[in-house]
């Protein structure tokens, strides 16, 4: 199942377990105080203003609350890069404050771009990415960008010095894989066979991996690179593009979304704002916990509840006035099936003239289809990770920020 691609050139198919990491614990970490919303202003401490970090995709759905983040709980933040292909008119703003924040307009598969940027950064965290499962991007400018991107990012820490670097990878590094296993309640070090055809999950997997092996690898200078990955589940919230199709797509169809997914098959979700916060804390205690933190993974987790895609979906659509018609999916699997085959020919046969990129094709059908669900304490056991948002906050923020685009949608 899936579009035949992956791998390095987008040909044949990846497998093979990603890198794990070893089963060792850490202390429990300590309780972190909440200095208030991440659209609030900066962080104000009696710290010393002494690092600089680099966000790569720093203008993405997730990059931008990451930006925000830092600068509200960073205190030792002396000058923040974000680094984008395409910069957002939004970072202007930020410059009012006592960071002094740098937009580079860059491109992360141009190494020369990448070490420019790099250089002299304490931090780089690494968020850029094409995050494409439908069709939008050839398999070869998926590779080039999260492999080719994420060598390029590596070897730049290596030559100008830069000993922290932070991945945001991701749950389809693990799966669901091409035979619909589900993965249920899973962790870190949960068995589960991660093969995969498609051009995201294998790229996502490839970079992980090179994130994990360049660990301990001797940067300019002479000491130690410390690397790890974050592996987010779905990700949530303010700016969602696809929470936005969704609601684009009910309200064209008189308020109402057909489900197509049963309500059983749970998909694991994750607040933007404790993603954002994990990326914060992890490149803070990363420097102060090396040989413990040093090549690890961490699945990126919060309170948000176990639902199926749709049912999740509904947490926010439904306040807004979408209704989700019926208790189990409308139309038979195999019909499903079907149309998303004659989408995903449709897109091939339109793509000289128009890009036509729906959600249902046959990898976001087998993705939803199969329950993918994280239940973890790693990040809390080795750097005090405690979710900042709970779920009734994060899912207010949501619903929030929906009715602010149906205000604009009217
Ligand atoms: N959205 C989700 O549910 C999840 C996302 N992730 C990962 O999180 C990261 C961010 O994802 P999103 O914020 O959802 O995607 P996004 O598409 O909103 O953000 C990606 C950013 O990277 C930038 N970018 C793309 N190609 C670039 C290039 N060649 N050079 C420089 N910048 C480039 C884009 O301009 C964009 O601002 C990605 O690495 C993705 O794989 C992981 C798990 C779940
Ligand atoms: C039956 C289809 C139409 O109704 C299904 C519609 C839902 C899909 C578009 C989503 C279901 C699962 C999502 C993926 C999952 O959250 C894991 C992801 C991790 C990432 O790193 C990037 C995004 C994604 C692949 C996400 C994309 C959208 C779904 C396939």
New binding site residues.
């Given amino acids: 199942m899936g579009q035949e691609g992956g791998g390095a050139s987008g040909r044949g198919r990846c497998v093979g377990r990603p890198a794990g990491a070893p089963k060792e614990d850490g202390p429990s970490g300590g309780q972190f105080e909440y200095l208030g919303t991440v659209a609030a202003g900066m962080a104000d401490s009696t710290e010393v203003r002494e690092l600089v970090y680099l966000v790569t995709g720093g203008c993405g759905f997730l990059g931008e609350h990451v930006v925000r983040m830092l600068l509200q709980r960073e205190p030792r933040l002396l000058e923040l890069r974000v680094f984008d292909l395409h910069l957002g008119a939004w970072l202007e703003e930020l410059k009012t404050g006592p960071v002094q924040v740098t937009a580079i307009q860059g491109d992360v598969t141009q190494a020369h771009e990448v070490a420019a940027a790099v250089a002299g950064a304490h931090v780089v965290i690494h968020t850029a990415g094409l995050?494409d499962?439908f069709g939008r991007a050839s398999p070869e400018t998926i590779y080039e960008v999260n492999v080719q991107g994420t060598k390029n990012v590596i070897e730049a820490c290596v030559q100008t010095g830069t000993r922290f670097l932070v991945y945001t990878s991701?749950?389809?590094v693990v799966g669901p894989n091409i035979k619909g296993h589900h993965f249920y309640r899973g962790n870190e070090d949960t068995p589960y066979e991660a093969v995969h055809r498609h051009p995201?999950p294998c790229s996502?997997a490839q970079a992980e991996r090179l994130v994990l092996e360049a660990n301990g690898r001797k940067v300019h200078g002479g000491l130690p690179l410390v690397t790890c990955a974050l592996r987010?589940?779905?990700i949530y919230g303010e700016g969602h593009q696809?929470m936005r199709d969704f609601y684009h797509q009910g309200l064209r169809l008189g308020g109402r979304l057909f489900r197509?997914?049963p309500a059983s098959v749970e998909?694991g979700?994750v607040y933007v704002g404790n993603v954002a916060w994990m990326h914060v804390l992890v490149a803070r205690e990363l420097q102060q916990r090396a040989a413990l933190m040093g090549g690890q993974v961490y699945f990126c987790y919060d309170q948000s509840p176990y639902k199926s895609?749709?049912d999740f979906n509904m947490e926010f659509l439904g306040p807004c006035g979408l209704r989700l018609v019926e208790t189990r999916p409308l139309v038979p699997y195999w019909l499903?099936m079907l149309l998303a085959a004659l989408n995903a020919l449709l897109q091939w046969l339109l793509r000289p003239l128009l890009l036509y990129a729906p959600?249902?094709n046959p990898?976001?059908?087998a993705?939803?289809?199969t329950a993918f669900t994280v239940n973890t304490d790693k990040a809390q056991r080795h750097f005090g990770y405690e979710p900042l948002f709970s779920w009734e906050d994060s899912r207010t923020r949501t619903i929030r920020w929906v009715q602010a685009m149906e205000g604009s949608a009217r």
């Fill in positions: 995050v499962v991701s749950m389809e995201y996502k987010p589940t779905g696809i197509t997914i998909h979700r895609y749709e499903l959600l249902l990898y976001t059908l993705v939803a289809n």
